[in-house]
């Protein structure tokens, strides 16, 4: 059945895009600049990581225990820094600024973590770790809690979004089923009175009309979301009409019927 494909188009459209997937696709696909933003904000944590990795590598080769092997074993620091830019960054990867590594592996970075939370207890009385390693760690930390707090905000647009834009495609389908109903009255209408050909005229007029202010409105914001409500506008047309065509074969093989059954009665003359 047509309708049931609908259905069954709009389920999956849900499924695919819903932010529990983390995603944000259908807002980037509407046109909204939210994967543009968030992936600045990465950049903008890529390059904390790694002006912390610069002016804390000698607080954690004197305040951790194998510092230094940590920090020779981890030379290449890059994929710390790196993978913030990565093409392959997956959104909610961190949760909290505990997961994110400084690239001094996890040893030293849990170690610098340690000696971090220690510097904020202490304040300007702690003589072990460096100020401005303290204030990259508070720096990288500000940035991560900004991109954290944008991806939850851009869920939320996202959940608005998907809400939106379904809605407005059931809404198309159902004017769409609707016109497919009006149409058939109208050529019933049109076989019986003239005067009831101008009523349906002016009713088309108004119709077309409220159909297309807000289609224009769409059209300058979201030339997309027009696109998708005009498919599902045919398709609810194409499911009344599939429907009507069912029921006007049905009515017509009962009415076939119905012939033969009163052509088998005989008349009698008198």
């Not at 939106?164 to 004017?175: C, I, K, Q, W, Y």
């Not at 497919?180 to 050909?197: A, M, P, T």
């Not at 009344?240 to 009962?254: G, H, N, P, V």
């Amino acid at each position: 059945m047509l309708p049931s494909n609908i259905h069954l188009i709009l389920a999956l459209l849900l499924a695919l895009v819903s932010p529990a997937y983390g995603g944000i696709a259908l807002g980037t696909f509407l046109g909204a600049d939210w994967a543009d933003a968030e992936a600045m904000m990465r950049e903008n944590v890529s390059a904390s990581i790694k002006n912390l990795q610069k002016f804390c590598t000698t607080d954690v080769e004197s305040l951790c225990p194998n510092g230094k092997a940590d920090v020779i074993d981890n030379k290449n620091s890059e994929p710390a820094v790196t993978a913030w830019t990565s093409s392959s960054f997956e959104r909610h990867t961190y949760k909290r600024f505990a997961q994110v590594s400084f690239g001094f592996g996890d040893s030293a970075d849990n170690c610098l973590r340690s000696e971090f939370n220690q510097y904020e207890k202490a304040g300007i009385h702690s003589n072990r770790l460096t100020p401005k390693c303290y204030n990259w760690i508070c720096n990288t930390q500000d940035r991560f809690d900004l991109y954290h707090e944008r991806e939850k905000g851009d869920d939320k647009r996202e959940g608005f979004v998907i809400f939106s834009t379904l809605f407005g495609m059931g809404m198309s389908a159902a004017v769409g089923y609707m016109i497919g109903l009006y149409q058939k009255e109208h050529e019933d209408i049109l076989s019986f009175s003239n005067d009831g050909r101008r009523e349906s005229k002016k009713i088309f007029a108004l119709i077309a009309l409220a159909i297309s202010i807000p289609a224009c409105i769409i059209l300058f914001t979201c030339p997309r979301l027009l696109v998708l409500m005009t498919i599902t506008l045919i398709m609810g047309r194409a499911a009344q009409w599939y429907i009507q065509t069912k029921e006007d074969i049905s009515y017509s093989a009962l009415s076939g019927d119905s012939g033969l059954v009163f052509a088998a009665i005989p008349v009698q003359m008198d």
